[in-house]
């Protein structure tokens, strides 16, 4: 079983609509959670952090469900401007004090006219 | 500040030859580390550095090499260069060892024939 896991889409949905994707990670003990966005042949850059209680910014929730081992992604009034791949990405602390990064293979999003 | 930049965005190689892939960041960023990203495999991290003087192995180390003489530079030696090096390079930095945010540089694509 892959350490983070994602389904790769595509997701092709209208303007306006609103979209949720989710991630699975199999290690109980990872610790801390992002979102990141990566246009196509583009670098990845941060979209969002994903804590415990859930977060907003925007039209973006990210929500976090330690018990079934997943997060989510929730893309509200989606633009044109939101095609993109999200990277759901994973930490665990190391024993030798840093944070291993595991990233998912990304969802494809294309947001239609 | 201009981030993380990369040199060079393309190169094409032949097999058995070797280079190296520039990496510098402007913002003293303790952690930095080098992905390669391929289709479907998702990033996977090569090599990374908690700092001047201190490099280790990511999950893909295998044909290269890493150094960090200074806090703001870390080139990756590809040492003979493979097709199965074929790839989209990126490298990446971070404030902490607890990398909450990575910045990422824009990419080498290398192709070796």
């Known amino acids: 079983r892959k350490e983070v896991e994602q389904d790769p889409g595509p997701f092709n949905v209208p303007e306006g609509a609103t979209v949720a994707f989710n991630c699975t990670y199999s290690?109980?003990?990872?610790?801390?959670f992002f979102w990141y966005r990566q246009d196509c042949r583009k670098e990845p850059k941060l979209l969002m952090s994903v804590y415990s209680s859930g977060n907003e910014d925007g039209r973006f929730t990210a929500q976090l469900n330690r018990a079934s081992q997943y997060i989510s992604l929730l893309i509200r009034d989606s633009k044109l401007s939101d095609s993109a791949t999200y990277l759901c990405v994973v930490n665990m602390n190391q024993r030798r004090g840093y944070q291993k990064v595991t990233f998912g293979t990304g969802t494809k999003l294309q947001v239609i006219p | 500040n201009a981030g993380v930049t990369q040199t060079p965005k393309f190169q094409v190689l032949k097999t058995g030859q070797s280079m190296t892939l520039q990496c510098a960041q402007d913002?003293?960023?303790?952690?930095m580390s080098w992905y390669r990203q391929d289709p479907g495999m998702g990033l996977r991290l090569i090599h990374y550095?908690?700092?001047?003087?201190?490099?280790d192995q990511g999950e893909v180390p295998n044909g290269y090499n890493v150094s960090r003489s200074t806090t703001e530079d870390f080139p990756l030696r590809l040492l003979s260069a493979a097709p199965s090096q074929t790839s989209v390079y990126f490298c990446a930095s971070s404030f902490g060892r607890y990398q909450e945010t990575q910045y990422f540089g824009p990419g080498t694509r290398l192709l070796v024939l």
């Open positions: 913002m003293n960023h303790e952690y």
């Open positions: 290690n109980s003990a990872s610790q801390s």
């Open positions: 550095s908690v700092g001047a003087g201190i490099t």
